[in-house]
């Protein structure tokens, strides 16, 4: 979506048009969504639902543009992540409680081949760096936010987050399965 597009929705809905959110939502979760997922994993959902709610209750004072919108969102997410992670350290699942397969050792070969070649595959092995750099590729990357938003996000100045981002980038050039992948061709896979 173009800037001055979510410009004229964050406009919209700010002044409680419903048709302006939804169009903020259906433009920015897919990417929320694969921020949070390399953050807080399988719970990703539920903390880009706390992300919007947040977000919807304070639209009414949020005073920028479209891409500010956007930095302010991943904040929020940011910052909704942190406390998940918080307080799933604080109340640890019983493991014991669940019951669930090796559904790893059921899956077929073709399973895993289209796992490995799509999103995630890619969100998997971002989330396998160190988080500083995870988040920096995630934001610019993924999500699309200028150093300057990416910055603000993470609490960082400007020349951290290029340094995270590249040395994320790097960290992900040498890994091994990008590595064979790139020798094998992602149409062989």
């Keep these: 979506m173009q800037d001055d597009d979510l410009s004229a929705a964050v406009k919209a809905a700010a002044g409680g048009d419903e048709e ?4 903020l ?9 694969r921020y949070l997922r390399v953050l807080v994993g399988a719970v990703a959902e539920d903390v880009a639902s706390e992300t919007w709610l947040q977000a919807a209750r304070d639209l009414h004072g949020f005073d920028g543009d479209g891409p500010a ?27 014991a409680g669940t019951v669930e397969g090796d559904a790893r050792s059921a899956r077929d070969a073709a399973a895993e081949a289209l796992e490995r070649s799509g999103t995630d595959w890619a969100l998997g092995l971002i989330a396998t760096l160190p988080r500083d750099q995870a988040e920096a590729v995630m934001l610019r990357v993924v999500a699309g936010l200028d150093v300057a938003t990416t ?34 061709g992602p149409e062989e896979v």
């Excluded at 939502?25 to 969504?33: D, E, F, I, K, V």
């Excluded at 910052?79 to 992670?85: K, M, S, V, Y």
């Design 20 to 23: 302006g959110f939804a169009v």
């Design 25 to 33: 939502w259906r433009s920015l979760n897919p990417a929320l969504l």
């Design 69 to 95: 919108f956007r930095g302010w969102l991943f904040r929020i997410a940011r910052h909704r992540a942190i406390d998940d992670r918080r307080r799933a350290a604080r109340r640890p699942e019983d493991a």
């Design 151 to 184: 910055a603000r996000v993470l609490g960082k100045r400007p020349g951290a987050v290029r340094v995270a981002a590249m040395r994320g980038l790097r960290r992900l050039a040498a890994h091994p399965e990008v590595r064979r992948l790139g020798e094998i």
